[in-house]
C-alpha cells in the first residue's frame, strides 16, 4: 500500500519568504507527527496531531512555525518570514492508533529538503 | 528533559567483523527503536522493543533493551558492505494525549569495507 508522501521533495527560497511543506500520511493512521533533521541539531520533534484532539506544538522552535491537519489527514507545516537556520529535512511521520493498544510505531515520509538562501 | 546518548557516532568496520552500537537514555520508556537510514532517504524502521530483556533479530543484526540499564544495544555480526547507512535509536517520551513522540539519539554512521 501507499506509505508517507510529502511535497515537495525539495524547496529552495529566499529568506524572509513563507514556505508551505505537505504531508499525506498513510490512510487510515490517527496520529501525525513533523520532525526536522538538520546537520547541527540532529532529528528534532516539531509538532504532533492525534485524532481531534488538540496538537502538540512543544517542539516548535518558534511563533514563525504552525501546521494544520485538515480532515483528520493531510497536513500542512507552515513556515513564515524564512531564516537560513530553517535549512533542513523535514520529516514527517504517520502511526495508528489503536484502542487498549500502546503500539506506536511511525512511518516516516521521504521528506522535504528545505534550504534558505 | 529526554535526552538519548549513542555511541560510537561514527563506526568503521571490515566485513565479516562484529560490533555494537550504545544508546542510553535518561528517563523512563517504555518502548525504544532502531531505525535506518540511507544517505538522501527517509528513516527505515528496523526494531520496536517494548519490554525490559526484550530482544529481536532480523539478518545479521540483532537490538536488545534493558529498561533498568536505560541501555539498548543493536549488534552487528559479520557485516557486509549493504549494511553501511546511519542508525538511529528513538526514545518514546510525552504523556497523555502527547503520547508517542519520539526523541532520536544523535546517530551513528557505519561504513563497512572489505
Known amino acids: 500500500g501507499a506509505g508517507v508522501s510529502q511535497s515537495p521533495s525539495n524547496k529552495v527560497t529566499e529568506k524572509g519568504k513563507d514556505v508551505e511543506l505537505r504531508c499525506d500520511p498513510i490512510?487510515?493512521?490517527?496520529?501525525l507527527y513533523w520532525y526536522r533533521q538538520s546537520l547541527g541539531q540532529g532529528l528534532e520533534f516539531l509538532i504532533y496531531f492525534q485524532g481531534n484532539s488538540a496538537p502538540d506544538k512543544s517542539g516548535l522552535p518558534s511563533d514563525r512555525f504552525s501546521a494544520e491537519r485538515t480532515g483528520g489527514s493531510v497536513s500542512t507545516l507552515t513556515i513564515q518570514r524564512t531564516q537560513q537556520e530553517d535549512s533542513a529535512v523535514y520529516l514527517c511521520?504517520?502511526?495508528?492508533?489503536?484502542?487498549?493498544?500502546?503500539?506506536?510505531?511511525?512511518?516516516f515520509g521521504p521528506g522535504t529538503r528545505l534550504t534558505v538562501l | 528533559e529526554l535526552k538519548v546518548e549513542q555511541n560510537p557516532l561514527f563506526l568503521s568496520m571490515q566485513e565479516g567483523k562484529n560490533y555494537t552500537i550504545y544508546c542510553n537514555y535518561s528517563?523512563?520508556?517504555?518502548?525504544l527503536y532502531w531505525y535506518r537510514q540511507d544517505p538522501g532517504k527517509s528513516l527505515e524502521s528496523l526494531f520496536v522493543l517494548l519490554s525490559n530483556g526484550a530482544v529481536k533479530q532480523e539478518g545479521r543484526l540483532m537490538a536488545s533493551l534493558d529498561t533498568k540499564a536505560r541501555l539498548s544495544t543493536l549488534h552487528i555480526t559479520a557485516a557486509v558492505h549493504d549494511l553501511s547507512a546511519t542508525y538511529f535509536c528513538?526514545?518514546?517520551w510525552g504523556g497523555g494525549t502527547s503520547y508517542g513522540k519520539l526523541t532520536f539519539g544523535q546517530g551513528t554512521i557505519l561504513t563497512v569495507h572489505p
Open positions: 511521520a504517520s502511526s495508528l492508533r489503536l484502542a487498549g493498544k500502546s503500539y506506536n510505531e511511525q512511518f
Open positions: 490512510s487510515g493512521h490517527t496520529a
Open positions: 528513538a526514545v518514546v
Open positions: 528517563t523512563t520508556s517504555d518502548r
